[in-house]
């Protein structure tokens, strides 16, 4: 029986019959994978260590034409403490739920599996306040994504912004924008711009660095949101579950 071996991180699952999961594995080499777990609820399934939300382990499966089905997996993370602080599942749920999005069948991508990877230990396993290590994501999963925020430049004329005293962010627009041209953004400070001109030049294994104020956090958030909004849709599931941390 044809067998394949992946590392893999689960960012979704849904329930069916009465102790089968369907999952979502996120594989750095293969990108997204929906594969059943079967029986995986049951309390003496060899699946039940693996088949929950966030786990990141060596997955067995077996491939039959379209369907793959989970045999096995060798966990060797269960970002545990993710579960026992409701802010820290729900950014690692944010962060899951945001590469579901984006993620396509048989397409490798490293960076992003790097990001999530470090973002969920930092989450699991530092004092790092779970909104700055959400912050920081949005910002590099945006980037990511080819929707890097201007944030040195109007987005709208291109000016150099830096001295400006009056600005403000437009989603719509891709960034900043200066008083000057039209927009339909919100003012936003020249300190939560630096703030994030400097997130965006730290490494996936230097986000724990990011240490924000209060302030500055209850600005940036919105303003991520509104730009993850306009990348993905409103109804996306990730987007939505922003509003509960914030
Ligand atoms: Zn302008």
């Known amino acids: 029986m044809p067998t394949e071996l992946t590392q893999a991180?689960?960012?979704?699952?849904?329930?069916y019959r009465d102790d089968d999961r369907m999952l979502t594995l996120f594989s750095a080499e293969r990108?997204?994978?929906?594969?059943?777990?079967?029986?995986?609820?049951?309390?003496?399934?060899k699946l039940l260590s693996c088949a929950q939300p966030f786990v990141f382990g060596e997955f067995e499966l077996f491939v039959n034409n379209d369907r793959v089905t989970v045999n096995g997996c060798d966990v060797r993370e269960t970002f545990y403490p993710l579960r026992e602080d409701a802010d820290r599942f729900i950014a690692a749920s944010v962060c899951t739920?945001?590469?579901?999005?984006?993620?396509?069948?048989?397409?490798?991508?490293?960076?992003l599996f790097s990001l999530l990877y470090h973002t969920l230990s930092f989450l699991a396993y530092t004092d790092s306040d779970?909104?700055?290590?959400?912050?920081?994501?949005l910002l590099h999963y945006l980037d990511h994504a080819g929707y890097r925020p201007s944030l040195t430049r109007c987005a709208v004329c291109r000016r150099d912004i830096r001295s400006d005293a009056v600005l403000f962010y437009s989603a719509e627009a891709g960034g900043a924008v200066c008083a000057g041209c039209p927009h339909g953004g919100k003012p936003v400070s020249k300190l939560a711009l630096e703030a994030m001109r400097r997130i965006l030049?730290?490494?996936?294994?230097e986000l724990?660095?990011?240490?924000?104020?209060?302030?500055?956090?209850?600005?940036?958030?919105?303003?991520?949101?509104?730009?993850?909004?306009q990348m993905l849709g409103e109804n996306d599931k990730g987007i939505a579950l922003i509003e509960q941390i914030a």
Request: aromatic share 2%.
């Open 9 to 15: 991180i689960v960012t979704g699952y849904t329930d």
């Open 208 to 229: 724990k660095r990011v240490v924000l104020k209060e302030g500055l956090r209850a600005e940036l958030l919105p303003i991520l949101k509104s730009s993850c909004a």
């Open 97 to 111: 739920q945001l590469v579901n999005s984006v993620i396509q069948k048989e397409s490798s991508d490293e960076p």
């Open 130 to 137: 779970p909104k700055d290590l959400l912050i920081a994501f």
């Open 201 to 205: 030049l730290l490494q996936d294994d």
């Open 31 to 45: 990108g997204r994978i929906d594969c059943k777990a079967r029986s995986c609820r049951r309390p003496t399934s």
